[in-house]
């Protein structure tokens, strides 16, 4: 029995040897082919720092609401930008629609009391975002906010988040983002109390985190449930 073991042993201590030796040569093999590959790193489409693409976004927002012009705006964009308020899709696409949209709904057509208080910025990969506080009274028509609606003399606080594609130290895009549902409210044409609607109730969690959380679920908890019918709100139950 002692040689057929000896044998078995033998064989192993090979195949061991086999294995280490083809391990050595993969290795030596993937070492050759990965020094002949000089690595590559995608080129973002500009090489601005941080302070250079949170200057050319304030420049920006300068032009539009402290210059309020429209040349200076333009300027401060690529030659083929694009702008869109995505809850309404106002805005355009190419230099001649933007310049036509800023000269015609957007710059001039904000209250004089509009403030912007900022909460956030990110930057990185050719782009910033910005997380800011909108506060103006709804003394004039918007029509990039509020198209058809006539002035409501309300006070608004509504928190916005523009993403600003920014190419060679120019404006590339923007897409600005608001609650609709939140802005409505604010101005009288939405009911809360009949939806799971908030209005500057956004702002305000905003600016102190530690307010309460989970209102609507709770004020839901407490009225009775309603069913519908056929498109029709059936009585709650008794």
Do not use: C
Not at 7 to 33: C, I, N
Not at 75 to 103: K, N, Q
Not at 160 to 171: E, L, S
């Amino acid at each position: 029995m002692a040689e057929p073991v000896k044998t078995q042993m033998t064989l192993l201590e090979s195949m061991r040897d086999d294995v280490k030796r083809l391990r050595d040569e993969l290795s030596d093999g993937l070492k050759r082919l990965f020094a002949r590959v000089k690595p590559t790193i995608p080129q973002l489409a500009h090489s601005a720092t941080t302070e250079d693409s949170g200057a050319v976004f304030d420049a920006h927002l300068r032009a539009e609401f402290v210059e309020r012009s429209v040349d200076a705006t333009i300027a401060t964009m690529s030659d083929a930008p694009y702008v869109t308020h995505v809850p309404v899709l106002t805005g355009g696409y190419g230099r001649d629609e933007v310049r036509h949209f800023y000269a015609t709904w957007f710059i001039g057509r904000w209250p004089a009391d509009v403030q912007i208080t900022p909460i956030s910025r990110t930057v990185g990969q050719g782009r910033i975002i910005d997380e800011f506080i909108v506060s103006f009274t709804h003394d004039v028509e918007m029509p990039a906010l509020l198209p058809g609606i006539a002035p409501t003399g309300r006070k608004v606080t509504l928190p916005h988040v523009v993403v600003m594609g920014i190419v060679n130290g120019k404006v590339a895009h923007e897409h600005i983002y608001w609650d609709q549902a939140s802005l409505l409210v604010q101005v009288g044409l939405l009911d809360p109390a009949k939806l799971p609607v908030v209005g500057a109730e956004q702002a305000n969690k905003l600016r102190d985190p530690t307010l309460p959380s989970n209102e609507l679920i709770h004020r839901a908890a407490r009225r009775p449930r309603r069913k519908w019918i056929r498109g029709v709100r059936a009585r709650p139950a008794t």
